[in-house]
């Protein structure tokens, strides 16, 4: 195949898509001038290695690939960065591919949490995601590979455990937080009794009362389950 002749007739953006899709074949590296800004740099990826999320792998065990890439957060503690598999619309392709139908409809957190509260006091409760991040056996790992750090210095990784942002994470995310709030949809016991609301969102869950009593007591409840 005559490679130069093919990427004339392409768009540029067609071109540099196709030639990082080549390298991923037939270099033990990645084109890394495609999507650079989304890049994972090797101080991150060192250190979700030492968390175990990730791990190096060799070439000849690629099966598959994945586009992680980092943002980073203002938060109130000072900048933070968060790692996602893939962007929103890479999501919808992947489900479209696998067929996948998410038991839950997930929306915008505004949907589920209410914005104002009038009249009563509030308990939050935010849990880590990462304490949600799934083991997978090696041959699903062997399919979610990617090249981290500098076309010199970088190496290829394999995710050990599954991030937010993979198919499933964010409605077993959900699931998780409604069974600690006592949805009935995933548990039999109920720690709601009397004017209460509570809001879920993934990791974020809110619970509104008209009683600063009955806050304090669904919040001991909460930490002994």
Same mark, same amino acid.
Request: glycine residues 8%; hydrophobic residues 40%; charged residues 25%.
């Given at each position: 195949m005559d490679i130069d002749? /093919?990427?004339?007739? *392409?768009?540029?953006? %067609?071109?540099?898509?196709?030639?990082?899709? /080549?390298s991923l074949f037939v270099s033990h590296s990645a084109d890394m001038s495609y999507r650079a800004k989304f890049t994972l740099s090797h101080d991150d990826a060192e250190k979700l290695r030492i968390n175990n999320i990730i791990a190096p792998?060799?070439?000849?065990?690629?099966?598959?690939f994945a586009w992680p890439f980092c943002v980073a957060e203002l938060k109130k503690a000072?900048?933070?960065r968060r790692m996602t598999l893939w962007s929103q619309?890479?999501? /919808? %392709?992947?489900? !479209?591919?696998?067929?996948?139908? &998410? &038991?839950?409809n997930l929306y915008n957190r505004i949907k589920y949490l209410s914005s104002v509260w009038i009249g009563g006091p509030a308990l939050r409760i !935010? /849990?880590?995601? +990462?304490?949600?991040?799934?083991p997978i056996s090696k041959d699903a790992s062997n399919k979610l590979t990617f090249?981290?750090? +500098?076309?010199?210095?970088? +190496?290829?990784y394999a995710f050990k455990r599954l991030p937010m942002g993979h198919i499933l994470s964010p409605?077993? *995310?959900?699931?998780?937080m409604s069974t600690l709030m006592g949805d009935e949809r995933f548990t039999k016991h109920t720690v709601t009794k009397g004017d209460v609301v509570i809001d879920t969102w993934l990791d974020d869950a809110r619970i509104l009362s008209s009683s600063a009593r009955t806050i304090t007591r669904l919040e001991q409840d909460i930490t002994r389950r």
């Open positions: 002749a /093919l990427t004339r007739i *392409m768009t540029r953006r %067609v071109r540099r898509r196709f030639r990082y899709l /080549l792998i060799h070439h000849s065990q690629i099966q598959g000072g900048w933070r619309e890479g999501n /919808l %392709v992947v489900r !479209d591919i696998h067929g996948y139908t &998410p &038991p839950l !935010d /849990l880590k995601a +990462s304490f949600y991040q799934i090249w981290a750090g +500098s076309r010199e210095n970088g +190496s290829w409605e077993i *995310m959900q699931i998780a």
